[in-house]
């Protein structure tokens, strides 16, 4: 598949893309292969194969833009900037984790970085989201909002409710939909009817597109598009983006419902083999990417290394970040 | 000496205005959102405050209550202090998800990096005849809900006090206005001040018997308090004005005077918050301090419509009177 740079991407754009799409893609291998090992608590939902939604977007967000994200959302936090070293800690439920431990994969946030949180209720990030624009409009600020849900998602009121609420107040949200086909272990078209997310999202007068989710350059593109458009005030724009999720629901399901042939076809259209055989083509040197990967790779085992060497939280932590109330009252 | 603080006799709609009133003045972090709000809301609650605070901090929404919660909680996020008007509690079950599983976790499922500073009004309650979707008070659920404040007042200056603090607080509250109760007047001081969390009100003295309440049943109570004392029964009447937290000391001292405790609300009986007052009390006195240890509450059916079958489950002053001389005759 040939996939052609739209005017206006350089090289260097594109590297920079490549850059966080593997690091996401290093952090969850990483991170399944610990889970796999027994050596990380809890479930694990990873997004590899849909890597390109979260660079692509977030790199068109400014530092104090804000995301809310779901349960399969270590890519967009990545992508946001939040510190892998508190993620990684987080996810092994050790001390210095993001949350204190008291989040791990489902709940991570770096409110640091404008990460208001993953979520483990689907669409649960939608009505926070547009919240997120109405305060901080109220508050003064041009900072916008995107919101990364997945196809499931636009079967739950709230997205109803959602995108009519940011329209109704012409809010500064980007609605962000990751569509990687499949809800849990039921494809998305077999519990949704008509046209899917664009066609809603314009019945209720929020302008929306589609594009390639597995290419990186594109969702680049389109995303830069929509977000100055939400940003000079034109009001929400929904982004939809066809994705495929190559592994399972979570770090247990081997997906084997699926046939083998539809998987194998899906690795063909990887967005990170995608990007780097366009940047290869275009006369990246190979050399450069495999340090960049080299680099990710490295960067998430010392991760892992340091959050499993890292002591658990104080047991006593469990009663921190409580009610005032509830702590005057222990006190 | 200090003059006396200016007062003014206010219903308790009219309070819970000013107090908001007064906040939003003070603060312009604060604004409200929900159905109706700039139009005054469903009790003129809010009469007056889109004139004076415009449309973006006035927000009248679309009848989209797991958005009215979920938006409030995401303003929060951002550093504003939003007033969630829920119109009545009952509507506020399409927004639990919301409130359970976000404003209730976020401070702490985040270690601490969100503080949802919202407060949740939900006015509750028998009202008007309103039947069985808009007549509920299942404040007990959320004193089981870890994560969040729960204030349930029964006069002006009460309601007022209590607004304020929660408007100030940096965690969510839940307050449960007692829409029964909208039109009793009483006083309020000019000046609101916050009226902390946890701390009951003594309502009237007595040595007999300790009958503790919230919300709009407190009338009914002092009804049956004047006569009982008629009867020459002194009892120790104890508003707790928060269930959560809540003012387990005042209740404790009460009882242990005393010997015989009452826990009177409108909600069911079964699993109530009166059951929760009732073992803390056992379990801090021991079961040998009280003589009686009871509760009064309605039965568990759903609240009917027609007035002589409202009458018939609800929780009234005759029945008051008759559980604590039962309570007495313990």
């Given at each position: 598949?040939?996939?052609t740079?739209?005017?206006?991407?350089?090289a260097?754009?594109?590297?920079?893309?490549y850059?966080t799409?593997?690091?996401?893609?290093a952090?969850?291998?990483?991170a399944?292969?610990?889970?796999?090992?027994?050596?990380?608590?809890?479930?694990?939902?990873?997004s590899i194969?849909?890597?390109?939604?979260a660079?692509g977007?977030?790199?068109?967000l400014r530092?104090d833009?804000?995301?809310?994200?779901?349960?399969r959302?270590h890519?967009h936090?990545?992508a946001?900037?939040?510190?892998?070293a508190g993620?990684?800690?987080?996810?092994?439920?050790?001390?210095g984790?993001?949350?204190?431990?008291?989040g791990?994969?489902m709940?991570i946030?770096?409110?640091?970085?404008g990460?208001?949180?993953?979520n483990g209720?689907v669409?649960?990030g939608?009505p926070?989201?547009?919240?997120?624009?109405?305060?901080?409009?109220l508050i003064g600020s041009?900072?916008?909002?995107?919101?990364?849900?997945g196809d499931?998602a636009?079967?739950?009121?709230?997205?109803l409710?959602?995108l009519?609420?940011?329209?109704?107040y012409r809010?500064?949200v980007?609605f962000?939909c990751?569509?990687?086909?499949?809800a849990?272990f039921t494809r998305?078209?077999?519990?949704t009817?008509g046209?899917g997310?664009v066609?809603r999202?314009?019945?209720i007068?929020?302008?929306?597109?589609?594009?390639?989710?597995?290419d990186?350059?594109?969702?680049?593109a389109?995303?830069g598009?929509?977000?100055?458009?939400?940003?000079a005030?034109?009001?929400?724009?929904?982004l939809h983006?066809?994705t495929y999720r190559?592994?399972?629901h979570t770090s247990t399901?081997?997906?084997?419902?699926r046939?083998e042939?539809?998987?194998a076809?899906a690795?063909?259209r990887d967005?990170i083999?995608?990007?780097?055989?366009?940047?290869v083509d275009?006369?990246t040197?190979?050399a450069?990417?495999?340090a960049?990967a080299a680099?990710?790779?490295a960067?998430?085992?010392?991760?892992r290394d340091a959050?499993?060497?890292?002591?658990w939280p104080?047991?006593?932590?469990?009663w921190?970040d409580?009610l005032d109330?509830?702590?005057?009252g222990a006190? | 000496?200090d003059?006396p603080?200016a007062?003014?006799?206010?219903?308790?709609?009219?309070?819970?205005?000013r107090a908001?009133?007064q906040?939003?003045?003070?603060?312009p972090r604060v604004w409200?959102l929900?159905e109706d709000?700039?139009?005054g809301?469903l009790?003129?609650?809010y009469?007056g405050?889109?004139?004076e605070f415009?449309?973006?901090?006035v927000?009248?929404?679309?009848?989209s209550?797991?958005?009215?919660m979920?938006?409030g909680?995401g303003a929060?996020?951002?550093g504003?202090?939003?007033?969630i008007?829920?119109?009545?509690?009952d509507?506020?079950?399409?927004?639990m998800?919301e409130?359970?599983?976000q404003i209730?976790?976020?401070?702490?499922?985040f270690?601490?990096?969100?503080?949802p500073?919202v407060v949740?009004?939900m006015?509750h309650?028998?009202?008007?005849n309103?039947?069985?979707q808009h007549?509920q008070t299942l404040?007990s659920?959320?004193?089981?809900l870890?994560g969040?404040?729960v204030?349930a007042?029964?006069t002006?200056?009460?309601?007022?006090?209590?607004l304020?603090?929660a408007i100030?607080?940096?965690?969510?509250?839940?307050?449960?206005?007692?829409?029964?109760?909208?039109?009793?007047?009483?006083k309020v001081?000019a000046?609101?001040?916050?009226?902390?969390?946890?701390r009951?009100?003594?309502?009237r003295?007595g040595?007999d018997?300790?009958m503790v309440?919230?919300?709009?049943?407190?009338?009914?109570?002092?009804?049956?308090c004047?006569a009982?004392a008629?009867?020459?029964i002194?009892?120790?009447?104890i508003d707790l004005?928060t269930?959560?937290p809540?003012?387990?000391?005042?209740v404790a001292?009460s009882?242990?005077r005393?010997g015989?405790?009452?826990?009177?609300?409108?909600?069911?009986q079964?699993?109530?918050f009166g059951?929760e007052?009732?073992?803390?009390m056992?379990e801090?006195?021991?079961?040998a301090?009280?003589r009686a240890?009871r509760r009064?509450?309605?039965p568990?059916v759903p609240?009917?419509f027609s007035?002589p079958l409202e009458?018939?489950v609800k929780?009234t002053a005759?029945?008051i009177v008759?559980a604590?001389k039962?309570?007495l005759?313990?």
């Open positions: 598949m040939a996939d740079a739209p005017a206006g991407h350089n260097r754009r594109l590297v920079d893309l850059r799409m593997v690091r996401i893609r952090f969850e291998e990483t399944l292969a610990a889970h796999r090992a027994g050596l990380m608590p809890g479930p694990l939902h990873v194969g849909q890597e390109a939604v660079a977007v977030c790199l068109n530092p833009d804000r995301i809310t994200s779901n349960h959302g890519g936090a990545i946001k900037g939040a510190g892998i993620m990684m800690a987080e996810l092994f439920g050790r001390a984790g993001h949350c204190g431990g008291k791990g994969s709940h946030a770096d409110f640091s970085v990460m208001l949180g993953a209720v669409a649960g939608i926070i989201a547009v919240g997120a624009a109405q305060g901080l409009r041009d900072a916008i909002v995107a919101c990364f849900f499931g636009i079967n739950r009121g709230p997205f409710e959602g009519n609420w940011a329209a109704l809010l500064p980007l962000v990751e569509d990687n086909g499949v849990a998305a078209d077999e519990v009817a046209a997310a066609a999202a314009q019945a007068g929020v302008a929306a597109e589609s594009a390639d989710g597995n990186a350059a594109a969702v680049d389109a995303a598009r929509l977000v100055a458009e939400v940003r005030g034109g009001g929400p724009r929904l983006l066809r190559l592994l399972g399901d081997a997906a084997a419902w046939p042939r539809e998987v076809e690795r063909a967005p083999a995608r990007l780097r055989a366009r940047l275009a006369g040197p190979a450069g990417l495999d960049i680099a990710a790779a960067e998430m085992t010392a991760a959050a499993l060497a890292a002591p104080d047991p006593a932590t469990a921190t409580v109330a509830d702590r005057a006190a | 000496m003059a603080a007062t003014e006799t206010l219903t308790l709609v009219e309070a819970a205005r908001a009133l906040e939003m003045r003070r603060d409200v929900g709000v700039a139009r809301g009790f003129g609650q009469r405050f889109l004139d415009g449309p973006d901090r927000v009248s929404t679309p009848i209550e797991s958005t009215i979920g938006a909680l929060a996020l951002v504003t202090r939003p007033i008007e829920m119109r009545i509690f509507f506020a079950m399409c927004a998800d409130l359970v599983n209730a976790k976020v401070r702490y499922m270690g601490g990096q969100a503080r500073a949740v009004r006015p309650g028998i009202w008007r309103s039947a069985a007549s404040e659920w959320f004193a089981h870890p969040v404040v204030a007042p029964s002006p200056a009460d309601t007022a006090g209590l304020v603090a100030r607080s940096d965690d969510p509250v839940l307050f449960f206005d007692p829409k029964n109760l909208f039109g009793v007047s009483g001081p000046e609101i001040a916050p009226l902390p969390f946890g009951a009100r003594r309502v003295r040595d018997l300790t309440a919230w919300s709009a049943i407190l009338p009914d109570c002092e009804t049956a004047a009982l008629a009867d020459g002194g009892v120790d009447l004005r269930l959560w809540w003012d387990e000391d005042a001292a009882v242990a005393t015989r405790l009452l826990v009177v609300h409108e909600a069911v079964a699993a109530g059951a007052v009732v073992a803390r056992v801090r006195l021991g079961p301090a009280l240890a009064l509450g309605a568990r609240v009917p007035p009458e018939a929780v005759a029945k008759a604590a039962a309570a005759g313990a």
